[in-house]
């Protein structure tokens, strides 16, 4: 007869069966819960887990997940954390099993500035263990980060025959799935995708995303608003749902209806009564940018946010980071803070060695020095900053929609320069991508007017007009 003290351990696994070497039901449950939090932006991740660790301070891979999920933030607010957080998940690593210590791995190769080194191990994680949806949300998110187009495609293709509705967090897989293949421009299979996550989970913001990116892609700007207006209320308030007001905004804009792009940003983008997390300041900059592409007086609201971006003007953590900043120094003429920004990044290229240096010198600087010369109607030094790199952006990191932004700077300055044939040429490129956009229509006409060709003016002119009217 087996005496009860011979039978073999229990072997400890979360809801989807990926081993855990922590032995307690309780912790596991609780890392779920950040973990769900984390996947809807809803609720608070970091506080979630902290309480688990409270309680449960040899949890390692509670440690892995706080350090792991602040590696998303890219501020240095939150640096030191995530070194205490990887240094107690060291004092338990001889305990952990094979996952885990990749996880351990890929955060250690993130903290000594290998991005793409991280998100290596990161994936033999996942293709160890394909249910691992940690692994495959930092994996997803980081390729977005890092400008990886077609890596937020495949990482997921590579799992996502191995996933259905039965396993938990599938709506989340297909959230990411989906807008992978947006932003490779696989716009029909990317909205069906998403909306299929919304069925199952309909308070799932990174798929209202997708399809916002997808009728953003394809134009569908009324659509989109109503879309958009439609979920709003399953967003929550966190940064991301500050996001998805940035891409309501960006539809109204194209429609040329600036009072309701100024009431969403004084609503839900203005950061001078909040916290001031870089997400929100992030859109807040980008969207008060292309307003001032069009012509529209920002008023004050420069000012508060550039107080918000100076502390940050010499972090060098992530270009796409400083881009943004300098969006506010220059649009708020301090030229002490731009001095600041470029001097640090200009030591930073001298003596770093990590992922973001490529990112710095080769899309943030240039876009930096030319954002200054735009600001200083010196259009054409302008031009011939962003002309050679416009096809390079997605190196900058983040969204087609996000990088937009440099390609509509280039297009402005052009005009700007008088470079009316430049001007036509790029302006007929966006036509192209997108037609049912007036703001391209209208930058169309501005070029023929330049070139002397009133007749092309008017009909561009006429079918800005006729975009806006319908």
Request: proline content about 3%; aromatic content about 10%.
């Amino acid at each position: 007869m087996q005496t009860k003290s011979s039978a073999a351990p229990v072997a400890f696994k979360d809801i989807r069966g990926v081993p855990v070497s922590y032995p307690d039901r309780a912790a596991i449950d609780g890392l779920e819960s950040a973990i769900l939090m984390s996947l809807s932006f809803r609720g608070d991740a970091i506080g979630e887990i902290d309480k688990v660790l409270q309680e449960h301070p040899d949890f390692i891979m509670g440690w892995l997940f706080k350090a792991g999920w602040l590696t998303q933030a890219m501020e240095t607010r939150v640096y030191q954390m995530m070194l205490d957080s990887l240094s107690e998940a060291e004092r338990l690593i001889s305990k952990g099993n094979e996952r885990e210590q990749g996880h351990f791995e890929a955060v250690k190769a993130w903290i000594e500035g290998d991005f793409f080194g991280a998100v290596q191990k990161w994936e033999a994680v996942l293709t160890r263990y394909p249910m691992d949806l940690l692994a495959l949300e930092l994996i997803h998110y980081t390729m977005v980060l890092l400008g990886d187009v077609p890596g937020q495609r495949d990482v997921v293709a590579r799992v996502f025959n191995l996933w259905d509705e039965s396993i938990p967090g599938y709506e989340f897989v297909l959230g990411f799935y989906s807008f992978g293949l947006e932003e490779n421009r696989d716009f029909a299979r990317a909205e069906e995708l998403a909306r299929q996550a919304l069925s199952i989970r309909p308070d799932n913001p990174y798929a209202v995303h997708t399809v916002s990116h997808v009728m953003e892609m394809r134009g569908r700007q009324a659509g989109g608003i109503r879309f958009m207006r439609d979920y709003a209320a399953t967003w929550g308030t966190s940064n991301f749902a500050n996001h998805l007001w940035w891409h309501t905004g960006l539809y109204h804009l194209d429609l040329e209806q600036y009072d309701d792009v100024y009431k969403i940003f004084d609503t839900h983008l203005d950061s001078r009564n909040k916290d001031g997390h870089k997400y929100e300041e992030l859109d807040a900059a980008a969207l008060l940018w292309r307003m001032n592409l069009v012509g529209q007086d920002a008023g004050d609201r420069w000012s508060h946010l550039a107080d918000k971006w100076e502390p940050a003007a010499q972090d060098t953590l992530y270009a796409f980071n400083d881009v943004h900043a300098m969006l506010t120094f220059v649009s708020d003429d301090r030229e002490e803070a731009q001095k600041a920004l470029l001097s640090a990044n200009e030591r930073y290229l001298e003596n770093a060695s990590d992922a973001n240096v490529a990112m710095t010198r080769e899309i943030g600087l240039p876009f930096c020095l030319a954002m200054q010369d735009f600001k200083r109607e010196n259009y054409t030094a302008c031009v011939e900053r962003l002309l050679p790199i416009r096809y390079m952006t997605h190196r900058l990191g983040g969204s087609y929609a996000q990088r937009d932004i440099i390609g509509w700077t280039l297009l402005e300055a052009a005009l700007r320069a008088k470079q009316f044939d430049l001007a036509l040429a790029l302006a007929n490129e966006r036509t192209g991508i997108k037609p049912t956009s007036a703001q391209n229509w209208r930058a169309v006409a501005r070029a023929f007017r330049g070139l002397g060709d009133r007749g092309q003016a008017d009909r561009a002119t006429a079918k800005a007009q006729a975009l806006i009217a319908a």
